[in-house]
Nanobody, 126 residues
Framework: VQLQASGGGLVQAGDSLRLSCAAS????????MGWFRQAPGKGRDFVAA????????YYADSVKGRFTISRDNAKNTVYLQMNSLKPEDTAVYYC????????????????????WGQGTQVTVSS
């Protein structure tokens, strides 16, 4: 599956953005989708993800209550709604897909994901 992320931009603290990740192929529903981010000079960190069934969502503590992951299987698209953005949210955001069922801890592990989008830059000014 090929992933194309979009929707990033430059915003002020407190603003909102919605990222989109469009997936190619007819097997979108077979993958569990997630979002990660990477700030300059740092590793790639977990942001949010679905369980394989899609019925459970997971969030990093730093974004709980502010970010929401959702998906539209008819459009082969996963979204990340980001509200109350903070300067520390500044990063390149990546969507990813995994085909494996994982434990809760493994949902947050970059190594569990098989496919990655190209990333979209989010910059939050103070």
């Amino acid at each position: 599956v090929q992933l194309q992320a979009s929707g990033g931009g430059l915003v002020q603290a407190g603003d909102s953005l919605r990222l989109s990740c469009a997936a190619s192929g007819r097997t979108f529903g077979r993958y569990a989708m997630g979002w990660f981010r990477q700030a300059p000079g740092k590793g790639r960190d977990f942001v949010a993800a679905f369980s394989m069934s899609g019925g459970i969502t997971y969030y990093a503590d730093s974004v709980k209550g502010r970010f929401t992951i959702s998906r539209d299987n008819a459009k082969n698209t996963v979204y990340l709604q980001m509200n109350s953005l903070k300067p520390e949210d500044t990063a390149v955001y990546y969507c990813a897909a995994r085909s494996r069922t994982t434990t809760t801890n493994q949902v947050m592990d970059v190594k569990m994901y098989d496919y990655w989008g190209q990333g979209t830059q989010v910059t939050v000014s103070s």
